[in-house]
Nanobody, 123 residues
């Protein structure tokens, strides 16, 4: 089992920045791929970004160039740096981990999930 705990959410004005963290425990983090998803009120959960165990990354087009996903295997922690935030980025953000060895975008391919952290961007 893998436990994931997100932190770093909050309220920020449009154009501001936040950094989300995802602390993992229970399995060697270096062997897992990690993804970030988000869910806005009344909408389905959607993919945001992912980083594989080999550090390959992929982003949702609407966040590419503004968000950066990274990982620190020594700290068993993943990150999502979010810059130039927009009101449409408002959502609960979830980190997830997968045992898949390649880049994974589909939420169903992720094996473990955190509890989520709220990000609110005011206009």
């Amino acid at each position: 089992q893998v436990q994931l705990v997100e932190s770093g959410g909050g309220l920020v004005q449009a154009g501001g920045s936040l950094r989300l963290s995802c602390a993992a425990s229970g399995r060697p983090f270096s062997l897992l791929g990690m993804g970030w998803f988000r869910q806005a009120p009344g909408k389905e959960r959607e993919f945001v970004a992912t980083i594989s165990w080999s550090a390959s990354t992929y982003y949702r087009p609407s966040v590419k160039g503004r968000f950066t996903i990274s990982r620190d295997n020594a700290k068993n922690t993943g990150y999502l740096q979010m810059n130039n935030l927009k009101p449409e980025d408002t959502a609960v953000y979830y980190c997830a981990a997968t045992q898949a060895r390649r880049t994974v975008l589909a939420s169903g391919r992720y094996d473990y999930w955190g509890q989520g952290t709220q990000v609110t961007v005011s206009s």
